[in-house]
T-cell receptor, first 113, second 112 residues
Framework: EPEVTQTPSHQVTQMGQEVILRCVPISNHLYFYWYRQILGQKVEFLVSFYNNEISEKSEIFDDQFSVERPDGSNFTLKIRSTKLEDSAMYFC???????????FGPGTRLTVT | AQSVTQLGSHVSVSEGALVLLRCNYSSSVPPYLFWYVQYPNQGLQLLLKYTTGATLVKGINGFEAEFKKSETSFHLTKPSAHMSDAAEYFCAIYNAGNMLTFGGGTRLMVKP
């Protein structure tokens, strides 16, 4: 069964450093998403991406965040200058159409020290 | 914007007992509703979804949910709990821009 994969599973970085989180969505899916879950809190939407453009972004997704689909398979989330409060589990998701179910990857746990 | 509220952050049941996890929604348009499960240290797995049509939706692992427009509810049930059902369950609703908005989650504990 096709699945969304994410690398790395755990990333530790120092405050102020740049990190890139990587995702490989399901191959025939056209819509891509990033969500995050701070420990003990609810899952929050960050950004949706379609046709090489951001479709929607939340207030959390400020100028320090960016997304890219550098090739036909990868979808990345870059955090330019990490802050302590960026520590969270980051989930990538993909869907076939705009209203079909979203399939989530296993997540990348980002720890900012 | 559409939203969901999950009543009860923790639910404890005995093995074999009925599982009932509550979700109420607020939506100005016909909602698309989902239940996801998160096992410890894992990602989110889709349990079931409601879009249109039949209001009783069956999902994986014996779970089902009923969409009740009059009550703005989408509660998740399972007739008989199993130890392996212990996890966190999230109700979610689609918002504009393909954004899923999640509830706060309900941690289900199953006692032997």
């Amino acid at each position: 069964e096709p699945e969304v994969t994410q690398t790395p599973s755990h990333q530790v970085t120092q405050m102020g450093q740049e990190v890139i989180l990587r995702c490989v969505p399901i191959s025939n899916h056209l819509y891509f998403y990033w969500y995050r879950q701070i420990l003990g809190q609810k899952v929050e939407f960050l950004v949706s991406f379609y046709n090489n453009e951001i479709s929607e972004k939340s207030e959390i997704f400020d100028d320090q965040f960016s997304v890219e689909r550098p090739d036909g398979s990868n979808f990345t989330l870059k955090i330019r200058s990490t802050k302590l409060e960026d520590s969270a589990m980051y989930f990538c998701a993909s869907s076939e159409t705009s209203l079909s179910e979203q399939y989530f990857g296993p997540g990348t746990r980002l720890t900012v020290t | 914007a559409q939203s969901v509220t999950q009543l009860g952050s923790h639910v404890s049941v005995s093995e074999g007992a009925l599982v009932l996890l509550r979700c109420n929604y607020s939506s100005s348009v016909p909602p698309y509703l989902f239940w996801y499960v998160q096992y410890p240290n894992q990602g989110l797995q889709l349990l079931l979804k409601y879009t249109t049509g039949a209001t009783l939706v069956k999902g994986i692992n014996g779970f089902e949910a009923e969409f009740k427009k009059s009550e703005t509810s989408f509660h998740l049930t399972k007739p008989s709990a199993h130890m392996s059902d212990a996890a966190e369950y999230f109700c979610a609703i689609y918002n504009a821009g393909n954004m899923l908005t999640f509830g706060g989650g309900t941690r289900l504990m199953v006692k032997p």
